[in-house]
């Protein structure tokens, strides 16, 4: 007798390598979930487990080319919440440092853990992981984008009274990875963004053409002033990033940019400013600004543990 029970398909892997992969609905039922997350815990220890306990028994293994604080304490404070356990692996201490492929590593990995998050330089190798690995890959930075940062700017934004649709926000500075990724939200949450960069900083064509093509107005000007004035958001990174050569010619290059008082006053009033951190304070943004009260730096760091629980329950499929 022929066995006609039709075979199981197994669901697409759902990787998190920039913000397209989960699109505009995507991202928005990670903010919602991560602010009901966050309600829910008001006044809770930090590592007391979620009441559902959405991810119990699961283990998200966390690769470390590039060093981190709030990547690598979000994402296990992240796991422990929701009720799993993570194990960091770096090139330091792992094969991946004696030059094993990523090929393997992604095989590997898939058989030990159910997620993999990986911080490296190169974008091409966590394309290179995704192809190879069977469990969700999740991008905790490269040199091309930092969706998940992002997550918890927007995050960050919606708390502090700022709707997304037709919101201006500025970027100062170098036209880096994080920009990259805020212009790719722009374009799937409809605001616009003005960019002040020094020539020859410029950020990729391909994400300034991204936002432009969903209809989104992109103004890039090497006039900060320009950019400032009238911005809901004032946005800024450190001007020289992990492992970039040529620093004192850039930092050169982006005195222009630094935001400081007289900058903000530029902005609307109510205008919040954010920065990733590690900030360089005297650097790309002053002491007065940063420890100001238009400052929500500290805000934002917090959400990155939000912000990371609502991108793994993306992945593992219990969102959007």
């Not at 669901?11 to 966050?38: C, E, H, T, Y």
């Amino acid at each position: 007798m022929t066995d006609t029970t039709p075979l199981e398909v197994a669901p697409a892997v759902r990787n998190f390598l920039d913000l397209s992969d989960a699109g505009g609905d995507g991202i928005a039922a990670m903010i919602n979930n991560a602010q009901d997350r966050k309600r829910a815990r008001r006044g809770w220890p930090k590592g007391r487990v979620d009441t559902d306990q959405p991810l119990a028994g699961h283990v998200l293994a966390m690769v470390f080319e590039k060093s981190s604080t709030r990547t690598r304490a979000s994402f296990d404070i992240a796991m422990r919440q929701l009720g799993g356990t993570a194990l960091v692996l770096d090139a330091a201490t792992t094969q991946l440092g004696r030059g094993e492929s990523i090929a393997d590593t992604a095989r590997v990995l898939s058989r030990m853990a159910d997620a993999i998050m990986v911080r490296t330089d190169d974008h091409a190798k966590i394309e290179e992981m995704a192809h190879h690995a069977h469990v969700p890959i999740i991008n905790g930075l490269t040199d091309r984008s930092h969706p998940c940062q992002i997550v918890a700017d927007l995050l960050t934004m919606i708390e502090h009274r700022k709707a997304l649709p037709g919101l201006e926000v500025a970027w100062f500075g170098d036209g880096n990875n994080v920009l990259h990724s805020i212009l790719e939200a722009a374009a799937l949450m409809k605001f616009n963004v003005r960019v002040a960069t020094p020539k020859g900083y410029e950020p990729s064509g391909e994400f300034v053409g991204m936002a432009r093509d969903a209809g989104c107005s992109v103004t890039l000007t090497d006039d900060a002033s320009t950019a400032a004035a009238g911005a809901d958001v004032i946005v800024t990174d450190t001007w020289v990033s992990m492992g970039q050569d040529h620093a004192a010619a850039k930092l050169d290059a982006m005195q222009p940019y630094r935001v400081d008082s007289a900058l903000m006053a530029k902005a609307k009033s109510d205008a919040v400013f954010l920065h990733c951190l590690p900030a360089h304070v005297g650097d790309e943004v002053s002491g007065e600004v940063f420890e100001g009260p238009q400052s929500v730096v500290f805000d934002e760091a917090e959400n990155r543990i939000h912000a990371q629980k609502s991108i793994l329950l993306w992945c593992f499929g219990k969102l959007g």
